[in-house]
């Protein structure tokens, strides 16, 4: 098969070894696959493969199955689907165990799939599943013009929990209202903490989902209301930072740090279980969507990477596969 290999500071689509496949997994005949943040940090050497873990970028994809192994159960050869990935989604072809893996949503298109996986389990896991957002409660989704943060925005609309955002311009922020936040305020422009105070008359949330980090860490604690959670999803603003513990304890807070790519087996696989019945059906009704900003060929994945990092993006950017 042909895959993304790296060489350097180059990303070249070459020859690389088929993979294997074991008894629990499915082969997958890769139509799209999607960048993600992390792709850009193990690219640069700051995001170690997990172990077992293919070296090839790419953690999620969409594509028809090509052959099941002898365990496996609930799909067969043909089926259009979707799976999560803890690598090896730059590729014509991946095998990846069968319950990170579904069935293409009615009517989507092999890119729209590609652009499920990793965002929405990314969003439903760490909102509804680490944080127990319950009905009512208010958010607030840091970076929410990215692929997680435009699932997130959808999904906490159709759930019934008002959020707010904070995304890079004006023009970034009126895109996540037309997808349901109620309010949001551009990074640099205003402190979000006193933004998030005037939208809950000083209440604060009750949860926030975070791609940056430290230099978020202290307004986002003054940001939550009492007993309110922070779900630490990424280090964009750096990895170290002070705490007002004090601030902590007097609020009941709880920080939570999160990953999806490490998560054993079992955990993706009741991930994936429940976005298949929370999500999948939103999905199908036309509900939500996935948000694509560009849809560009594998061979020109150093474009895509750019246009990643340029911080440019409105949702996903997808790479087609032929």
């Given at each position: 098969m042909?895959?993304?290999s790296q060489?350097?500071d180059?990303?070249?689509?070459?020859?690389?070894?088929?993979p294997?496949?074991?008894?629990?997994?499915?082969?997958?005949?890769?139509k799209?696959?999607a960048?993600?943040?992390?792709?850009?940090?193990?690219?640069?050497?700051?995001?170690p493969v997990?172990p077992?873990?293919?070296?090839?970028?790419?953690l999620?994809?969409?594509?028809?199955?090509?052959e099941?192994?002898?365990?496996?159960?609930?799909?067969?050869?043909?089926d259009?689907v979707?799976?999560?990935?803890?690598?090896?989604?730059?590729?014509?072809k991946?095998?990846?165990?069968?319950?990170?893996?579904?069935?293409?949503?009615?009517?989507?298109?092999f890119?729209?799939?590609?652009?499920?996986?990793?965002?929405?389990?990314?969003?439903y896991?760490?909102?509804?599943?680490?944080?127990?957002?319950?009905?009512?409660?208010k958010?607030?989704?840091?970076?929410?013009?990215s692929?997680?943060?435009?699932a997130?925005?959808?999904?906490?609309?159709?759930?019934?929990?008002?959020?707010?955002?904070?995304?890079?311009?004006?023009?970034?922020?009126?895109?996540c209202?037309?997808?349901?936040a109620?309010g949001?305020?551009v990074?640099?422009e205003?402190?979000?903490?006193?933004?998030?105070a005037?939208?809950?008359?000083?209440n604060?949330?009750?949860?926030?989902?975070?791609p940056?980090g430290a230099?978020?860490?202290?307004?986002?604690?003054k940001?939550?209301t009492?007993?309110?959670?922070?779900?630490m999803?990424?280090?964009?603003?750096?990895?170290?930072t002070?705490?007002?513990?004090?601030?902590?304890?007097m609020?009941?807070?709880?920080?939570?740090?999160s990953?999806?790519?490490?998560?054993?087996?079992?955990?993706?696989t009741?991930?994936m279980?429940?976005?298949?019945?929370?999500?999948?059906?939103?999905?199908?009704?036309g509900?939500?969507?996935?948000?694509i900003d560009?849809?560009?060929?594998?061979?020109?994945?150093?474009?895509?990477?750019e246009?990643?990092?340029?911080?440019?993006?409105?949702?996903?950017?997808?790479?087609?596969?032929?």
């Amino acid at each position: 098969m042909k895959a993304i290999s790296q060489e350097g500071d180059d990303l070249l689509w070459k020859e690389n070894p088929d993979p294997d496949l074991k008894k629990d997994e499915v082969l997958i005949s890769i139509k799209a696959s999607a960048i993600n943040r992390a792709d850009l940090l193990q690219r640069s050497g700051n995001y170690p493969v997990p172990p077992g873990a293919s070296p090839i970028l790419g953690l999620e994809c969409s594509g028809i199955v090509e052959e099941v192994g002898g365990q496996v159960e609930n799909l067969i050869k043909g089926d259009e689907v979707c799976a999560l990935l803890a690598g090896g989604g730059y590729a014509e072809k991946v095998s990846v165990p069968s319950g990170q893996v579904l069935k293409v949503p009615k009517g989507f298109s092999f890119e729209q799939a590609a652009a499920l996986p990793e965002v929405f389990a990314t969003a439903y896991f760490n909102l509804y599943m680490e944080a127990n957002l319950s009905e009512g409660e208010k958010t607030l989704i840091h970076a929410g013009a990215s692929g997680v943060g435009t699932a997130a925005i959808q999904i906490c609309k159709a759930k019934g929990n008002p959020c707010f955002v904070t995304a890079g311009t004006k023009e970034k922020i009126s895109r996540c209202m037309e997808l349901g936040a109620e309010g949001g305020t551009v990074r640099n422009e205003e402190n979000f903490a006193d933004a998030v105070a005037k939208w809950t008359d000083n209440n604060g949330v009750q949860v926030i989902l975070d791609p940056v980090g430290a230099n978020y860490l202290e307004d986002n604690m003054k940001s939550l209301t009492l007993e309110g959670r922070l779900v630490m999803i990424g280090l964009m603003g750096g990895a170290k930072t002070s705490i007002n513990l004090g601030l902590l304890m007097m609020k009941r807070l709880r920080i939570i740090g999160s990953t999806l790519r490490a998560q054993p087996i079992p955990k993706k696989t009741e991930i994936m279980n429940n976005l298949n019945e929370n999500i999948w059906p939103l999905l199908e009704s036309g509900d939500i969507k996935p948000i694509i900003d560009t849809v560009i060929p594998i061979e020109e994945v150093d474009k895509a990477h750019e246009l990643m990092e340029s911080n440019q993006t409105f949702g996903k950017v997808i790479l087609k596969v032929n």
